[in-house]
């Protein structure tokens, strides 16, 4: 008996599929991010999840009732089951604390313990059009959480926020996940917001999951290109080409295309194993240096803390013999 069984779902839209035979399960307090190119089928998956959108086969059990969708209930959505759209909307001209008064499920205290979770205390008196953009979207969640839901569904609850309130709202759902009893799954397109929070991750590629696995597992054992490439940046190389790096400590030269992210090499001191290049150009990233090495005709990209090489350099690089990965 699982929290949550997704079994053998799929949707259609407009005759093209958009969702194909999906099937899992979720843990109670498991935190599941899903991420995926645009148009993979996130949304679709999470909101038939939830209860707003239909499946043509397939069904979903929460707690081990059937999700119903919204073509056999009178109002869509299920009871434990919270839902926070991409384009979720606050009425206009009431004050916050009416909307959030509304379905409050929770005792006096609760509801002050929420308020300061989501760091909206300080606007309950506020009209709903007197709120910035990312204050709107921690009034919206805690319009949820009021509802004392069992299973919060949060569709892309970052986007359109700059890194101060995105932080902000990162540390309120960290909390939530953390401190009141409830199971969360997260969409994201940003790679950050989803290795550093969940506990699985869920990678959807054309209405099907590639991957599913640990932050570490996705990161730096992806199953192909795509998945590789939706999670930061890498180095791949054909097995000719990975030659160059053959006498590397960790690396074989197996017939597979050798992936590296960029935090994997190392500029060391030259040695007899080390493989020689030069630099062909640093990139400052506030945290971390990007450094483009030429070695004969390629170009691998290197992470660096600190940088203390210049462009036209002669370096020489390593790798982190467990960092290795092939595809
Ligand atoms: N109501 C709808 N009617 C027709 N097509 C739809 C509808 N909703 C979604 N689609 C299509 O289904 C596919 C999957 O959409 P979905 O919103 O689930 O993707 P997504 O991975 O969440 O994308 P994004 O990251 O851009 O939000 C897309 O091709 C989209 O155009």
Redesign the pocket.
Known sequence: MSFLTVSNISKN??G?P?VKDISFTVDKFQKVAIA?E????????LKMIGGFAQPDAGKVSFEDVRVEGPLEVLIPGQPGIAYLS?HFELRNNYRVEEILSYNNKLTEDSATELYELCQISHLLKRKTDQLSGGEKQRIALARLLVTAPRLLLLD?PFSNLDLIHKNKLKEVIHDISENLDITCML?S?DPLDILSWADEVLI?KDGEIVQKGTPREVYGRPVNEYVAGLLGTYNLFSPAKAKKFAGLQGVETNGKNLFLRPESLMLVQENESAVKGKVKHIRFYGSFYETAVTIAKDTVLIRTAKSDVKKGDTVFLSVHPDEVWYL
């Open positions: 839209q407009l093209v958009v995926g645009t148009g993979s089928g996130k949304s679709t998956l991409q892309e969409i397109h959807m």
